[in-house]
């Protein structure tokens, strides 16, 4: 009788050890099949695409707007050192947005939903906390600066701080956090791929409105610095 329930035992326990093992193969086989979808890409070459275009564009719109700042030459009614520091504030900003997720993703002539995620990640630890909450903030309370010019315009640049500040809820769950494990059909499959291009363009669409204030603020300066030369 000991023996017969030794016996019966070990065969109970190697078939645990093997429903273990059969469903630990199941969801590699799975997730093998999972990581090959989320691997599917929409095939661009990412920088000729409009929208990377039209930032780049901008990008160098301010960086010329900055550059016309000399704070030498400046004899302007505002504080000339004050607005150095704007001019700082906006130099640091544009190494923000030209991080190395998006220059490293302009090199390349097709996106994943990965590209996407990081393309995400980056907007809002480079460009949403680099930028926009380190360095411009400040705009957020312009009525208690002596920059007129600028605080005639507080509710534009209110609906500015707004609009990017609603463009922080992304695509980070949905786009790797789906956790329905079904096999790989062309049905699903195209659906990644598809979320790759909207993803893409939902996010390069928020580094583009994002840059309506930095945009704004470099065409004051360049306007305040013109000025201030004129005086001379």
């Known amino acids: 009788m000991k023996k017969f329930l030794k016996q019966y035992f070990s065969i109970i326990n190697y078939s645990i050890m093997g429903i273990v093992f059969g469903y ?4 590699l086989f799975i997730n093998m099949y999972h990581y090959q979808d989320i691997r599917r890409v929409y ?3 990412v920088k000729d695409e409009m929208l990377v275009k039209k930032v780049d564009s901008r990008l160098k719109l301010i960086e010329n707007n900055i550059n016309s700042f000399d704070v030498n030459k400046y004899h302007g009614q505002l504080d000339a050192s004050r607005l150095n520091l704007v001019s700082a504030n ?16 302009k090199k390349k002539k097709s996106i994943s939903i990965i590209d996407v995620y990081n393309l995400r990640e980056a907007y809002e630890n480079e460009v949403l906390n680099g930028c926009i909450v380190k360095n411009l903030y400040w705009v957020s309370a312009i009525e208690k600066t002596d920059f007129t010019s600028l605080k005639s315009n507080a509710v534009l640049l209110s609906y500015y701080f707004k609009d990017i500040l609603a463009t922080t809820n992304y695509l980070k769950k949905d786009l790797l956090n789906n956790t329905s494990y079904s ?3 062309e049905i699903f499959s195209k659906e990644i791929k598809n979320a790759s291009k909207e993803g893409f363009y939902e ?10 204030i930095v945009e704004y603020i470099s065409n004051w300066l ?6 201030g030369v004129l005086n001379d």
């Open 222 to 227: 360049k306007d305040e610095a013109e000025a």
């Open 183 to 185: 096999f790989s059909t």
């Open 90 to 105: 906006l130099k640091t900003c544009i190494k923000y947005y030209n991080n190395s997720t998006y220059n490293d993703l």
């Open 24 to 27: 630990a193969f199941f969801y």
């Open 203 to 212: 996010v390069m669409n928020a580094y583009n409105s994002s840059l309506n």
């Open 43 to 45: 095939n661009t070459t």
